[in-house]
């Protein structure tokens, strides 16, 4: 473990000395680093660690945790590591002091997407992560680093392994390497691989674990979360790590898992805050996945979702109206990702973000005429995404690549998928592979997407992200709320609006986007950012601090696997009823409604991942609220509306 965390602005740096800082300052780890957000120059962080052996004769082992776009490790004044781009962990064996000095510089990222976890509300480009330092003691010979990649083959599965062998002392032995279900009933494996190794030296050894019908890991709701632990034991010292086997590919604009197609629904995750914390919200709203929005995350929250049950959409490289990335930086990144998450079942979806267009900003409204000049304004989108598809297709060769290199030495019998790759995002009208949507915020009523996708049907197939923003405390002032646009508050609320009405201004408009893309069977449906990423508001559904924003919970009932919605806005009158299946199992199923004094009841089949109409609520000009209710066998869900 490190002490605390000092930061400063590099003044001064050779290849043959640690860099000087004119003045170190106090930063929190993680923590906001405000005060170095215009710095353009390469930062750098300085700790302590103790020396963690009690036994002189051990060995002490540091390990770096962390992303940078770039960085350099010096350890008591000897540079032992350079990585560009830097995604942890960084492992080395010194020989420790009793007091250690560690300095990690880092550099400001480039139009590849941050590599750091930045957590300054107001700048998420600011170079510096949050490191992880752990120190520990280790026996003259150890297990340095284990790497595991399962795959499938035509007789089922197998993990290739590698364990790396740090030797103080000459061996002369064997690695025994095992396989055990974790937490399940499966099948297990073991065996012996031999090293000779000298004093001094370092080497790697693998071998392959066969498994004959591998349990599979799916996404939560579409089946169990299978994983398997590897161990590699080396006299007393082991290493071990957990794999699942998941095959993701994309076929157009189906994704299939494992085989299956399914519908992916999720939610924007931005940089700072828990991780943990911002997927086990994810995963209590009924989400498949978390987009990675514009940053690499820890890897904590890869963790996190192989336990939950969630995918990951990971942005690899970002496009804007004046940046544009580097190819060779972006693929070599991607690589670096494969490589890092070979193990993990979660690791399934490659991005590139862009938002170089924003067409339709200003038409507030639903009339006609503003649905007229909205249609001129996607006619005359001239958007190209030359560069950011380019990009993409060099990711998904560098991905498939980096799999086909693990492995090279049975290519002949492993069953390697496509990487699933998101080559550009954008508004509509710009002919991007997925949609963003801002209908109920930058531009139309929340109530037209159904309009809009009566025109253009592809539009809701891909969906990068949809939005609406509201303030998280009674007390905030919008135009001090970073990265938030009060002047678009203010058109959609009033002047006046406060906590509440914005509030239920989020919550009615991310519910209706959701529900019209549910009904039109989107197959990737990404929702807003789970956390606001500044104090006193912003476009999340949590604040923060990690307070449940109403919209929350009312996406969470939206997003339900087997769920009733409405066909139009709760207004006085007839509305049609849709009950969405994104399950694999075809059901049958009792819809009813609730408005007031009147209620209604009918009972209907859905196919697998399908919808089908379920009749019609009627709702009088008194009702003040609407429930709907679902009931498959002995399990009720809900959906509310207030009118």
Not at 91 to 116: K, M, Y
Not at 318 to 338: H, I, R
Not at 346 to 361: L, Q, R
Request: proline fraction near 7%; hydrophobic fraction near 35%.
């Amino acid at each position: 473990m490190s002490g605390e965390w000092t930061g400063g602005i590099v003044d001064g740096h050779t290849d043959d000395s640690p860099p000087t800082v004119e003045e170190w300052r106090s930063v929190a780890v993680p923590g906001t680093r405000a005060s170095f957000a215009d710095a353009t120059e390469p930062m750098a962080y300085r700790t302590t660690v103790a020396d963690p052996r009690a036994d002189e004769r051990d060995r002490a082992l540091l390990k770096l945790r962390g992303n940078a776009s770039r960085a350099e490790i010096w350890l008591n004044g000897t540079c032992v590591g350079h990585r560009e781009p830097f995604v942890g962990p960084f492992r080395t064996v010194f020989d420790p002091q009793p007091e250690n000095e560690l300095i990690v510089i880092c550099e400001r990222p480039s139009a590849v997407v941050d590599t750091g976890e930045s957590t300054d509300a107001t700048e998420h480009g600011t170079s510096g992560v949050p490191w992880a330092v752990d120190v520990e003691a280790r026996p003259q010979t150890f297990c340095r680093r284990l790497e595991a990649r399962p795959r499938f083959t035509e007789d089922g599965g197998v993990i290739d392994v590698e364990c790396e062998v740090d030797a103080g002392e000459a061996v002369d032995d064997a690695i025994t390497l095992s396989l055990r279900p974790e937490g399940f009933r499966g099948s297990a494996a073991m065996q012996r691989v031999p090293i000779r190794v000298g004093a001094g030296e370092r080497v790697t050894v693998s071998d392959t674990l066969e498994i004959r019908e591998p349990s599979l890991w799916w996404p939560q709701g579409y089946g169990p979360q299978h994983r398997y632990t590897v161990r590699a034991k080396l006299g007393d010292d082991a290493i071990s790590k957990t794999v699942g086997f998941c095959n993701v590919e994309r076929d157009g604009d189906e994704f299939l898992i494992n085989g299956r197609p399914v519908w992916l629904r999720g939610f924007a995750r931005l940089p700072g805050g828990d991780p943990v914390a911002d997927v086990e919200r994810a995963a209590a709203a009924n989400a498949t996945f978390v987009r990675a929005n514009g940053h690499v995350p820890p890897e904590s929250l890869y963790a996190a979702c192989d336990e939950a049950g969630l995918l990951v959409w990971q942005d690899v490289a970002e496009v804007g109206p004046n940046d544009e990335p580097s190819t060779d930086e972006a693929d070599v990144l991607a690589a670096t990702l494969a490589k890092r998450h070979a193990h993990r079942p979660s690791a399934a979806i490659y991005g590139v973000s862009d938002e170089s267009s924003a067409p339709f900003d200003g038409l507030y409204g639903s009339g006609f005429l503003t649905k007229l000049r909205f249609r001129y304004r996607a006619r005359r989108a001239d958007v190209d995404h030359g560069a950011a598809e380019s990009v993409a297709d060099a990711v998904a060769q560098r991905v498939a690549e980096t799999v086909a290199e693990s492995t090279a030495e049975a290519a002949d019998e492993s069953m390697p998928g496509s990487p699933a790759v998101v080559s550009s995002t954008g508004p509509p009208g710009t002919d991007a592979d997925a949609t963003r949507l801002s209908l109920g915020w930058e531009y139309l009523s929340a109530a037209d997407l159904e309009w809009l996708l009566e025109r253009d049907r592809t539009l809701g197939r891909l969906v990068a992200g949809f939005d609406a923003g509201s303030l998280a405390s009674g007390d905030a002032d919008p135009a001090e709320i970073p990265g938030f646009d009060a002047a678009v508050l203010e058109r959609r609320v009033g002047a006046d609006a406060g906590l509440e009405e914005s509030q239920r201004y989020q919550t009615e408009t991310l519910k209706t986007v959701a529900e019209t893309l549910r009904r039109h069977e989107s197959s990737l449906l990404t929702g807003p950012p789970l956390r606001d990423a500044a104090p006193g508001g912003g476009m999340g559904v949590v604040s923060h601090d990690g307070e449940e924003k109403p919209a929350y919970r009312a996406l969470a009932r939206s997003l339900e696997p087997v769920q009733a919605v409405l066909d139009g806005p709760p207004t006085p009158g007839s509305v049609g009823i849709t009950l969405c299946n994104d399950t694999h199992d075809a059901l049958e199923a009792t819809v009813s409604w609730v408005a007031d004094d009147d209620e209604g009841e009918t009972t209907v089949a859905v196919d697998p991942l399908e919808t089908t109409a379920a009749g019609t609520a009627r709702i009088s000009g008194t009702a003040t609220r609407i429930e709907l209710t679902v009931t498959v066998g002995e399990r009720q869900v809900r959906n509310r509306y207030r009118l």
